[in-house]
């Protein structure tokens, strides 16, 4: 059974900075590209980074280029998003998912808030 | 980016009736590499992480029920559930993949009238 298991939420204060996992199981995960995903309380979906199956390619949403980083670890099979001065509009529930075209498996979310 | 548009916002349906969502987008999401729509759809229920329903626009995902339908192509798409349940409600989601950032529509709510 695929799974994807996300960790390292938590209350962080503006301008600090928090560091997610993503723990893969049941497939291949160096054959697959990853991605972040996020949805503020009480909003719809936004897609945050994703990241090629060997690392070589990442994107991210303008919002957050310069302060998140998308990384992996193909042996350990994990992806983690490296988030940097956050801000309170980054505050929400972080999932990660499976694929680039379409994201066939989600985890159940990890918290971030970002307040003061 | 492509801006991804959803109508209606909301809608409540009889159990039993037709649900149609649809979703447009500011520029065709065809592939020029494989010809195929780069547009998906999501299910999320409360509480829930979002679900895979369709994948290149009308390509149902394993077991999701075939009362579910994805139709379209270009800049205009469709979600049908043809007879709803109970269990259908939910927020559903287009997304687009022809480019990055990869953007979602806003979002649908479906209820039961």
């Known amino acids: 059974e695929i799974q994807v298991v996300e960790s390292g939420g938590g209350l962080v204060q503006p301008g600090g900075s928090l560091r997610l996992s993503c723990a893969a199981s049941?497939?291949?995960?160096?054959?697959?590209?990853m991605s972040w995903v996020r949805q503020a309380p009480g909003k719809g979906l936004e897609w945050v980074a994703n990241?090629?199956?060997?690392?070589?390619?990442?994107n991210y949403v303008d919002s957050v280029k310069g302060r998140f980083t998308i990384s992996r670890d193909n042996a350990r099979n994990s992806l983690y998003l490296q988030m940097n001065t956050l801000r309170a509009e980054d505050t929400a529930v972080y999932y990660c998912?499976?694929?680039?075209?379409?994201?066939?498996?989600w985890g159940q979310g990890t918290r971030v808030t970002v307040s003061s | 980016d492509i801006v991804m548009t959803q109508s209606p916002d909301s809608l409540a349906v009889s159990l039993g009736e037709r649900a149609t969502i649809n979703c447009k987008s500011s520029?065709?999401?065809?592939?020029?590499?494989?010809?195929?729509?780069?547009l998906a759809w999501y299910q999320q229920k409360p509480g829930q992480p979002p679900k895979l329903l369709f994948y290149?626009?009308?390509t149902r995902e394993s077991g999701v029920p075939d009362r579910f339908s994805g139709s379209g192509s270009g800049t205009d798409f469709t979600l049908t559930i043809s007879s709803l349940q109970a269990e259908d409600v939910a927020v559903y989601y287009c997304?687009?993949?022809?480019?990055?950032?990869?953007?979602f529509g806003q979002g649908t709510k479906v209820e039961i009238k």
């Open positions: 290149w626009a009308s």
């Open positions: 049941g497939f291949t995960f160096s054959n697959h590209w």
């Open positions: 997304q687009q993949s022809y480019s990055t950032p990869r953007t």
């Open positions: 520029q065709s999401v065809i592939s020029s590499s494989n010809n195929k729509n780069c």
């Open positions: 990241i090629k199956e060997d690392g070589s390619e990442k």
């Open positions: 998912a499976t694929g680039t075209y379409y994201h066939g498996a």
